[in-house]
T-cell receptor, first 111, second 113 residues
Framework: AQSVAQPEDQVNVAEGNPLTVKCTYS??????LFWYVQYPNRGLQFLLK??????LVKGSYGFEAEFNKSQTSFHLKKPSALVSDSALYFC?????????FGKGNQVVVIP | GAGVSQTPSNKVTEKGKYVELRCDPI?????LYWYRQSLGQGPEFLIY????????DSGLPNDRFFAVRPEGSVSTLKIQRTERGDSAVYLC???????????FGQGTRLTVV
């Protein structure tokens, strides 16, 4: 079974500053980890995933995530945040034919 | 369309009524999932289809909830005797067999009054 935790409720960041959204995981076996973004009144959009291989995963819209086995973390990052990045971000782990989502983080990018 | 389509986008129903929510997956995707997202929470797994059969329905909260996928494509989530606690956004997703990347629809917002 896989579970993830997103410890923060909201992340505020100034436009142009680095953005980090935190996620930690707890798994039995190899972790399959994902990040999704949800804009208002829209469905979940896939950003990136880690299955195996390089610890630094690059995804859509300039996002990347770093898999850290020793810290059991999979934090989402973007070097320079845009106002349009303001949305709800979900970390998820895959196992037993399903995604197990965290509670989500609201990201607010301040102009 | 190219994506997962869900209808209706919004549904308001009275407590005790029966509702059906429809999901049209991406063509060729044999795996189909239903999730429920309550306000302020992440999506929670309901049921998983591989082809026509429900391979895992362990997430359905009780026997008022049922889902079908008779021809291995479109799926319908059925809720009997709706309760106010059923109010949520119901999300459908599909994926290719053997892959982990699921593509989500925009969801159906169900409000039980």
């Amino acid at each position: 079974a896989q579970s993830v935790a997103q410890p923060e409720d909201q992340v505020n960041v100034a436009e142009g500053n680095p953005l980090t959204v935190k996620c930690t995981y707890s798994v039995s076996g190899n972790p399959y980890l994902f990040w999704y973004v949800q804009y208002p009144n829209r469905g979940l959009q896939f950003l990136l995933k880690y299955i195996t291989g390089d610890n630094l995963v690059k995804g859509s819209y300039g996002f990347e995530a770093e898999f850290n086995k020793s810290q059991t973390s999979f934090h989402l990052k973007k070097p320079s945040a845009l106002v349009s990045d303001s949305a709800l971000y979900f970390c998820a782990g895959y196992g037993n034919n399903r995604l197990a989502f965290g509670k989500g983080n609201q990201v607010v990018v301040i102009p | 369309g190219a994506g997962v389509s869900q209808t209706p986008s919004n549904k308001v129903t009275e407590k005790g009524k029966y509702v059906e929510l429809r999901c049209d997956p991406i063509s060729g995707h044999t795996a189909l999932y239903w999730y429920r997202q309550s306000l302020g929470q992440g999506p929670e797994f309901l049921i998983y289809f591989q082809g026509t059969g429900a391979a895992d329905d362990s997430g359905l909260p009780n026997d008022r909830f049922f889902a079908v996928r008779p021809e291995g494509s479109v799926s319908t989530l059925k809720i009997q005797r709706t309760e106010r606690g059923d109010s949520a956004v119901y999300l459908c997703a599909s994926s290719l067999k053997g892959t982990t990347e699921a593509f989500f629809g925009q969801g159906t917002r169900l409000t039980v009054v």
